[in-house]
């Protein structure tokens, strides 16, 4: 006979696994600018391999991406020069303290990767934003032809 110990115990197992295999996967729409796509294209595979999460890059230059923050367009991650990432946070378009440089095509043009949100997915957007900043995607960014953040 079962007891009610053991029955509780055992549906508190099947929740546990049912809420990690929900949790597992996430969604992440990102919003690039152009310049960034060859070196997203080959990240973005990697990273979804690694992390099981699935991408959903748009591209936009810069003006196009601050329009659509601004017209409260949805995406976890925006990718933009640092001029407008700065516009971006001072209008709270940004989660504040998300932001990691990724890139420098020049001296007066760098690229930052900001989360739009800490409420949905915190793990998987904090995860992409450390991977397109990590050691690894620095050696992409060289063989792009840009400087590592």
């Known amino acids: 006979m079962i007891s009610i110990r053991q029955l509780t115990a055992g549906s508190l197992f ?12 996430a969604e992440l729409k990102v919003l690039s600018v152009e310049a960034m796509r060859p070196v997203l294209q080959q990240l973005a595979p990697a990273f979804e391999a ?40 001072a209008a709270a378009k940004i989660a504040g303290g998300s932001t990691k440089s990724l890139a420098k095509q020049s001296a007066d043009l760098s690229y930052d990767a900001s989360t739009t949100n800490w409420t949905e997915q915190p793990l998987a957007d904090k995860a992409l934003i450390d991977f397109l900043s990590a050691p690894k995607a620095a050696e992409i960014y060289k063989a792009h032809g840009m400087q590592p953040g």
Do not use: H
């Not at 929740?15 to 295999?21: D, M, P």
């Not at 601004?70 to 516009?87: M, R």
């Open 14 to 25: 099947l929740a546990g696994v049912v809420v990690a295999t929900d949790a597992g996967a």
């Open 50 to 89: 690694a992390s099981k999460n699935k991408l959903t890059i748009d591209y936009a230059t810069a003006a196009a991406i601050e329009k659509k923050m601004g017209d409260e367009e949805e995406y976890d991650i925006v990718i933009v020069d640092n001029a407008i990432t700065k516009k971006l946070d």
